[in-house]
């Protein structure tokens, strides 16, 4: 059994620890580490005791029954400015010397081979059985495939490669990882199609490949994995439909396979992803209508994404039933007909996009909707809007700017729009609630980092 030491080797003055040896063979291994990383860093003589209670920042170890101490975690590179892990040279390499640390549970490379290209060395590979998170962050020369070695890595539960020069394809045998519950393999340069044996992967609670060229189609084995609560596919060069299988992801929080090259409907299956906070489909060459069932279930839709879709049809009215919907992008696709009504109801909404579309018709929304949400409203490119004849002069900038008066009195008859004189919305007694919580797209995708 393993006792945590950390807190009590950075409180106390370290004279109490005295009886706790540290394994000679492990302490030689972490030096070549250590050298290997920064060689102009006379480690031995910066830190000749006990590298355990009096090594660099970033290593760290657990006590054994027997009082023995044991490297347990290694982290280099400054990931915030006030941890002081060892920084890299910029000849920096990986010591296969880190096989002779067993205990090994947590490896961490930040911001450390960006210079001197390096091939991911097969030592990776080999840390062991004990090794529980491996992540190597913004290396941008650090390259080469991964093997299919890393089958071995039994107990990883976390595999972040993110932001490196990784090329090649995803090796199937990843699916024997089984306890990962979160692989991130963005931001590289990965080919290849997504193996169906990430299906196996039951604990996954966060799959992200996005950023890289993976080609071929959404594998329907990715519905079995049902923890998953973030899906980020995006900016790759997928192809195929969305298969209509993944609608079983019901713990689903984000689903992003914009900037894809996806065909077909969007299924109504998706409907049943009753968690899902943000929907990002933007940029595909779908086809069809924008699906009109399928958002009733999804009341805890925050954002929806759906511009340069290839989507035609009707703007469906349900959207505007979505309780808590902060964004919502439709621009550029084919969508036709008038703005449903409904839209202009979206308590919490931040920005509304409808713009390079072919919407014509009477703007459906009260004048305070307009001035309160600014310049966030965004409908240009859709020649056929028109505004009633008493609506009142909004700033430049406004969506409004540029639509003509409708000059048919059929819409004025038909269609209830409720302006407002433009001194009630200046004096802001405003009765539309400003709750809103501010958080454009980009943004929302953080919070489940
Ligand atoms: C290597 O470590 C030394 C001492 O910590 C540091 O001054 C130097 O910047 C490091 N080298 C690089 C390239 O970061
Ligand atoms: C790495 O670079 C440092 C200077 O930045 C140099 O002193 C050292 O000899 C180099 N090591 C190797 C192995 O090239
Ligand atoms: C998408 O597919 C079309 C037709 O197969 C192809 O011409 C186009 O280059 C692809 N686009 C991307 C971004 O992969
Ligand atoms: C709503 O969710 C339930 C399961 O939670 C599902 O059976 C039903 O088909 C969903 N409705 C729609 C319209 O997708
Ligand atoms: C979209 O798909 C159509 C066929 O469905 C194809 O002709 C077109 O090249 C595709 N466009 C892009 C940008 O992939
Ligand atoms: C609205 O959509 C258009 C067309 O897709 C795009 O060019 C524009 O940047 C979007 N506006 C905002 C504020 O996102």
Redesign the pocket.
């Known amino acids: 059994m393993l006792i945590v030491l950390l807190a009590l080797a950075a409180t106390a003055d370290g004279q109490a620890f005295d009886d706790y040896e540290m394994a000679s063979d492990e302490a030689e291994a972490a030096y070549d580490v250590l050298e290997a990383i920064n060689g102009s860093v006379p480690w031995r003589t910066l830190h000749p005791d006990n590298l355990c209670l009096f090594g660099p920042h970033g290593l760290n170890c657990d006590i054994d029954e027997n009082n023995v101490l044991h490297v347990v975690e290694f982290n280099f590179g400054w990931v915030a400015e006030s941890d002081n892990n060892a920084q890299c040279n910029r000849n920096a390499t990986i010591s296969a010397s880190l096989m002779k640390l067993p205990y090994l549970k947590k490896l961490l490379f930040y911001n450390c081979f960006t210079e001197e290209q390096i091939e991911i060395p097969s030592v990776i590979w080999s840390l062991g059985a004990s090794l529980q998170h491996l992540v190597f962050m913004r290396n941008s020369a650090l390259v080469g495939q991964l093997s299919g070695e890393l089958a071995k890595l039994s107990q990883l539960e976390r595999l972040v490669l993110m932001d490196n020069g990784l090329e090649g394809p995803i090796p199937p045998e990843i699916g024997r990882l089984t306890k990962l519950s979160q692989l991130v393999l963005s931001g590289n340069k990965l080919t290849g199609s997504i193996p169906d044996a990430i299906g196996s992967l039951q604990l996954l609670k966060l799959l992200d490949l996005n950023a890289n060229r993976l080609q071929g189609g959404i594998p329907a084995a990715i519905s079995q994995l049902s923890k998953l609560e973030k899906l980020d596919l995006s900016s790759n060069a997928l192809t195929n439909g969305i298969p209509s299988q993944l609608g079983s992801l019901?713990s689903l929080q984000l689903l992003d396979l914009s900037h894809n090259n996806l065909t077909g409907c969007i299924p109504?299956s998706l409907?049943?992803m009753?968690q899902v906070r943000i929907i990002q489909l933007s940029s595909n060459n779908f086809s069809g209508d924008v699906p009109n069932?399928?958002w009733?279930?999804l009341t805890h839709l925050v954002g929806l994404g759906l511009s340069n879709a290839g989507l035609e049809g009707m703007i469906p009215p349900s959207l505007g039933e979505l309780p808590h919907l902060n964004y919502l992008d439709l621009s550029n696709n084919k969508l036709a007909g008038t703005i449903p009504f409904t839209l202009g109801h979206l308590l919490h909404v931040y920005q509304i996009n409808l713009s390079h579309n072919d919407l014509f018709g009477l703007l459906p929304f009260s004048a305070e909707f307009v001035s309160k949400m600014g310049r966030n409203l965004l409908l240009r490119g859709n020649r056929g809007l028109c505004l009633g004849s008493d609506w009142p002069l909004l700033p430049k900038g406004f969506a409004t700017e540029g639509l003509a008066t409708c000059n048919n009195e059929y819409w004025a008859s038909n269609i209830v729009q409720q302006p407002f004189p433009l001194t009630h919305i200046l004096s802001g007694s405003s009765h539309v609630s400003q709750s809103a919580i501010v958080m454009p797209m980009s943004l929302i995708g953080l919070v489940f980092l």
């Open positions: 019901t109504e409907g049943s009753n069932s399928i009733l279930n």
